[in-house]
């Protein structure tokens, strides 16, 4: 069976004055996945949101939701989308359960039960009918995720959603949120700048650097092997590795040598056959930072108010 996507960028561009800003961009989105939006400063992410939600025109190029373009009937796609930016806004006079009453009342078709049921998802049963003011940081997180929920929309926009919450809340927000994306066959986008929270949270990332798709990686595939290697001369333990066509960096202590577990005695008996001595071989796995400097060649990730 063939999954469609519900979102799909064709070929977008956006020119501001003599600079393009997002530069024929390409992605599609699925739906059950949860996929990070990493790029360094200026990359172009928060222009490829805003023209997503119709915030800001693109120059050219199309964006297709459910398969029929945005520009075509722009308010049935936007029907389609929930959106949340940073920390939502809610009337901090009221309690939770009104202000969710109070949005369910700008849209049609919005039951009771369908109030209840968001509530429930991200666990706000004890504490809905308490007003906002009482709320920490991330329960009112919660309640915008609730309340972006509440149309059940086919796609979710999260753009830096963990922004000031303390690791106890980011773990909250990260469980609720793999928990809907499965129940609710919701596609989430997540702009973050914290990359061992996307790393956690998704099931695959794309990169954006310059405004272009530089990579996409799926978070569940295999990590390829890399061992962390001790060797003196450490010059001599790289080109002799080199030689033999393994990948080998350097390291500010040590060597990064890809190889398969199997390898690793015949390496071993390689290197101290030919006067290497081996200290110490340990396993090392790539952090999405590493892969990130990697990708954009050392480009900084945004923090959390650079847009």
Do not use: W
């Not at 050219?60 to 398969?67: A, N, P, R």
């Not at 149309?151 to 927000?173: M, Q, S, V, Y």
């Not at 061992?196 to 295999?222: F, H, W, Y």
């Not at 790539?286 to 945004?302: R, V």
């Amino acid at each position: 069976m063939i999954i469609k996507p519900i979102v799909e960028l064709k070929n977008l561009t956006k020119v501001i004055g003599n600079k393009k800003i997002i530069d024929d961009l390409n992605l599609s989105l699925y739906p059950g996945q949860i996929t990070g939006f990493l790029g360094p400063n200026g990359a172009g992410k928060t222009t490829t949101i805003r023209m997503m939600v119709g915030l800001m025109k693109r120059t050219s190029g199309e964006i297709l939701i459910d398969g029929k373009p945005l520009s075509e009937d722009f308010e049935e796609g936007l029907s389609k989308i929930g959106v949340i930016v940073e920390n939502p806004e809610m009337y901090k006079f009221m309690t939770g359960y009104k202000n969710l009453l109070h949005f369910a009342r700008m849209q049609s078709d919005i039951s009771k039960e369908r109030i209840d049921e968001v509530i429930s998802q991200v666990g706000l049963e004890q504490r809905i009918h308490e007003k906002v003011s009482t709320y920490s940081l991330g329960m009112r997180q919660r309640l915008g995720l609730a309340q972006a929920l509440l149309h059940r929309p086919e796609f979710l926009i999260l753009d830096e959603p963990t922004n000031g919450l303390d690791p106890a809340g980011i773990r909250e927000f990260r469980q609720y949120l793999r928990e809907i994306a499965a129940t609710e066959n919701v596609s989430v986008f997540v702009s973050s700048h914290m990359l061992s929270e996307i790393e956690l949270m998704c099931d695959r990332i794309a990169v954006i650097q310059n405004g272009k798709l530089v990579d996409i990686q799926d978070m569940t595939e295999p990590v390829q092997s890399h061992y962390y290697l001790e060797a003196s001369p450490a010059e001599d333990a790289q080109e002799l590795l080199l030689s033999k066509g393994f990948i080998v960096e350097t390291m500010p202590v040590g060597l990064l040598l890809q190889a398969e577990k199997s390898q690793i005695p015949a390496i071993v008996q390689l290197l101290t056959a030919n006067g290497i001595q081996v200290f110490a071989v340990q396993p090392h796995r790539k952090t999405l930072e590493d892969q990130f400097l990697e990708m954009t060649g050392g480009g900084q990730i945004a923090e959390a108010h650079t847009k």
